[in-house]
């Protein structure tokens, strides 16, 4: 092969440059209409609230997630994920986005229900154990306990009522207007956590 044909292959063959994210949110939840309006996909809900405070927004899947990728006036170049694997399955989806996309793993942020808050409840948490929540087990197998998250409250858990029937069990219409409430808070405090890190985000926002 002659020199010239060689160099213009190695350009053509060049691995495409990877976008840098500024940020990286991870809702936990279940794929499928079957569980889309269930209180344990609260996390899926809160993606769907971030993509609008997105502009030039794009769609894909990969990674067995829906993806969406698009920037954030305040924030900057956002990822934005719902795992379509099943909860306690999530920690195998951030893996594989985690390795295919650049992103500093203190800029992506868990976030996940918990029904020991109540409704309207923000939580930011630097890292920690599961708390009993499959999801973050999961995700604790994969990377470890260091993972910032934010839990969104969705309890209390009534007396006499099993976990997997409260957290699979949709909001009423009074839970639904306190849940959209805080869904409508959720952009200030991501954009507290991404400009300042997670420190700050708890200061603010956790009570």
Not at 71 to 95: E, F, W
Not at 171 to 197: C, T, W
Request: proline letters at 3%; hydrophobic letters at 40%.
């Amino acid at each position: 092969m002659r020199l010239f044909d060689y160099l213009r292959s190695l350009v053509t063959h060049r691995p495409a440059r990877r976008i840098k994210f500024d940020a990286c949110f991870f809702g936990i939840g279940n794929p499928g209409t079957k569980y889309g309006s269930t209180r344990h996909n609260i996390g899926f809900m809160a993606i769907d609230a971030l993509s609008q405070s997105l502009a030039h927004t794009k769609r894909s899947t990969g990674c067995r997630s829906e993806l969406l990728t698009g920037s954030h006036a305040a924030i900057g170049t956002v990822l934005c994920v719902k795992p379509q694997t099943y909860v306690n399955r999530c920690g195998d989806a951030l893996k594989e986005v985690y390795r295919r996309y650049s992103f500093e793993q203190q800029s992506m942020l868990v976030i996940v229900d918990d029904f020991n808050l109540p409704l309207g409840s923000l939580r930011f948490r630097r890292g920690g154990s599961a708390g009993g929540h499959n999801g973050l087990k999961s995700i604790i197998a994969a990377f470890g306990q260091d993972i910032p998250r934010l839990r969104l409250g969705i309890g209390p858990l009534p007396s006499q009522t099993r976990v997997i029937d409260f957290v699979l069990g949709e909001f009423g219409s009074g839970e639904l207007e306190k849940a959209n409430q805080m869904l409508g808070r959720l952009d200030a405090a991501l954009i507290v956590f991404a400009q300042h890190g997670i420190e700050a985000a708890m200061n603010r926002f956790n009570c």
